[in-house]
């Protein structure tokens, strides 16, 4: 069974540009975490969803940050316009039943913002 | 606000050794994850821990849960090289929090 996908799994842009960042979780979970990843925060919670509906978006960094998930199988992560500090790893993770339930990550995306 | 704090956050240990890495939380949680994360890869469930005095084990490696002192501690019996990762231990309040990691690197 496949888990977590992501994709791209790395990408380059330039500041300013638009980066769309896509996930599909695990069939089935009906929970879906976006984390960002760097040497100097760690593992940061950006936002999370419950049955497609954003629940707790407290962590996005900035307005220039948006996630949707239309669909169970689908979620994104857009970044408009980047900046080198949004440089990061980005986790998509999902789960089963509830939000404490253990989280089942995907590869990352490294994203370079120059 | 939950906090969660790991230590060490640096760990270089010889093959054979045994050691202890510790988790402590700031505020009352019945649930504690750890994971594992290899360089340039994800993060991998390793345990959740569900309650107080909960242990469990998998190969070299016992984590156990003390709730009332809030602290988790990951030991690791008689290392071995691919034990070498960033161990993350994680509780939660209204949603799951991580620590910053412990990168363990051990010697051949």
């Known amino acids: 069974d496949a888990g977590v996908i992501q994709s791209p799994r790395h990408e380059v842009t330039e500041m300013g540009q638009e980066v769309t960042l896509r996930c599909k979780p695990i069939s089935g979970h009906d929970y879906l975490f976006w984390y960002r990843q760097t040497m100097m925060r760690g593992l940061e919670l950006l936002i999370y969803?419950?049955?497609?509906?954003?629940?707790?978006d407290s962590g996005m960094p900035e307005d220039r940050f948006s996630a949707k998930m239309p669909n169970a199988s689908f979620s994104t992560l857009k970044i408009q316009p980047s900046e080198p500090r949004d440089s990061a790893v980005y986790f998509c993770?999902?789960?089963?039943?509830?939000?404490?339930?253990?989280?089942?990550f995907g590869p990352g995306t490294r994203l370079t913002v120059l | 606000e939950l906090k969660v704090e790991q230590n060490p956050l640096f760990l270089s240990m010889q093959e054979g050794k045994n050691y202890t890495i510790y988790c402590n939380y700031s505020t009352t949680s019945d649930r504690l994850y750890w994971y594992r994360q290899d360089p340039g890869k994800s993060l991998e469930s390793l345990f959740v821990?569900?309650?107080?005095?909960a242990v469990k084990q998998e190969g070299r490696l016992m984590a156990s849960l003390d709730t009332k002192a809030r602290l988790s501690t990951l030991h690791i019996t008689a290392a071995v090289h691919d034990l070498s990762a960033t161990y993350f231990c994680?509780?939660?309040?209204?949603?799951?929090?991580f620590g910053k990691g412990t990168r363990l690197h051990i010697l051949p």
């Open positions: 994680a509780s939660r309040d209204d949603k799951i929090i």
């Open positions: 993770a999902s789960s089963l039943g509830t939000r404490y339930t253990e989280q089942f």
């Open positions: 821990l569900l309650s107080n005095g």
């Open positions: 969803f419950n049955n497609n509906v954003p629940i707790d």
